[in-house]
Every structure is written in C-alpha cells, then in structure tokens.
C-alpha cells in the first residue's frame, strides 16, 4: 500500500496595509467629488458670496475640516473647479497634455486646427464659464479669488498667444496680423463671457455658437 505524502497548504500572506492604504484613497477621492459636485451646485444656484463652506460640506454630507482638508478654502474649491471643468477630468491637465491640443499642434491644416479648437471651447465653455464668470464677481471684493481670476485669465491669454502662434507656423495667420494680437482676438471670441452672452442672453444653441466661433475666427485670422 503507497504511502501518502502529507503536503502542507501554505498561504501567502495578504499585504493587509497597502489594501487599507488603497482603500483609504478610493475613498478619499470619492469624498472629493462629493464635495465638488455640492460646490459646482451651489455655487451656481447661489453665487460665490452666499456660498460657504458650512454649506458645501453640510450638502456633500461631511465634516468642515474634511472640505479644508481634501480641496482647501473657497477661492481655492473655485479654482479646482474652473481647472477640471477646462480638463474634463477630475483633475487640472496642463494645456500641453490635452488630446484637443496635442491633436491640434499635429495638423497644418489652418482651418482644420481652427474647427478643432472651436469644438473644443465649446465644450469647455458649457462645464467652465458659469464658474468663471463667478470667480470673477468674486475677485471685486476677495484678494485671494481676484488673484486665482488674475492668474487663470493671464494663463489663457498665454495659451492663446501660443494657438495664434501655431497657426503662423503653418501659413495660417494674415501677414498684417501679429501673433500677439491674433492671440487677443482668439482669447476675447472664446472668453467665458462671450460663451454666456450668446447662449444664455441670447439664446444660441451651443453648436451655434460653435459654428460662428469657427467662421469668426477664420474670417479675422486666416489669409483671404
């Protein structure tokens, strides 16, 4: 009769401290889109001044503390909201790592870089303007919010200088147009106000305001 070899079960062990610190982030982050959400809805139902953060953490359901913790004070909370609404993520993306930039920068077509770049403003504007224009009302009477305004408008303005830029590279500017100036035509048509005058107070479709974004610019910017 063969014997039987007893073989021992052996376990490996469970890393039960990397589980609870990944864990502890999914839910760290999971509170964070809560708080924003509740701050994107109050602050656009409300307004900056009567929003606070008494009430944004009252309506995301958590702890004061736990609002300064995981995002910061208010102009700070409007601040990541203007960032992600412009990425479309739950995170700020640098300009140069967006996939309408990176696929804007491969053309040499100028009006295909245009119609690119107009759908993409369109979309941007539908999540961000609201928010910008309320960082903005904030920014007459709060230091910080007027320098967190300050700072967005000049990085717009220097990303716009840049898209002017990458058109004159490809032929895609008037010879009498300077690059600085073509940028400031680009940043004024594609500013958030504008966005709002014409689809809010005028009532244009957001595809409509697509469609004029593109022509405008091609008839300011392009060579005839």
Not at 21 to 41: G, H, K, P, V
Not at 84 to 89: D, E, F, Q, V
Request: a neutral charge.
């Amino acid at each position: 009769m063969p014997h039987r070899i007893k073989v021992d079960h052996v376990s490996t062990p469970v890393n039960r401290r990397s589980y609870d610190n990944a864990e502890r982030t999914r839910r760290s982050l999971a509170t964070r889109r809560c708080i924003l959400d509740a701050a994107r809805a109050s602050l656009l139902a409300k307004g900056y001044r009567a929003t606070t953060i008494a009430s944004i953490a009252r309506d995301a359901g958590v702890h004061v503390d736990t609002v300064y913790e995981l995002v910061g004070r208010k102009p700070i909370i409007v601040r990541t909201l203007v960032e992600t609404a412009i990425s479309g993520t739950d995170e700020a993306v640098e300009a140069e790592e967006r996939d309408d930039v990176r696929r804007i920068r491969s053309l040499t077509d100028p009006r295909q870089k245009l119609a690119i770049y107009a759908a993409a403003v369109r979309s941007v504007m539908a999540r961000m303007a609201p928010l910008f224009v309320a960082l903005r009302d904030a920014s007459t009477t709060e230091p910080e919010a007027a320098a967190i305004w300050t700072e967005i408008s000049e990085r717009r303005a220097t990303n716009m200088r840049t898209f002017a830029a990458d058109l004159a590279a490809v032929d895609g500017l008037r010879a009498d147009l300077p690059i600085a100036d073509a940028g400031d035509i680009v940043w004024a048509l594609n500013s958030p106000e504008m966005y709002l005058l014409l689809t809010r107070d005028r009532g244009w479709s957001p595809e409509q305001y697509e469609r004029w974004l593109y022509d405008t610019w091609c008839r300011l910017l392009l060579p005839t």
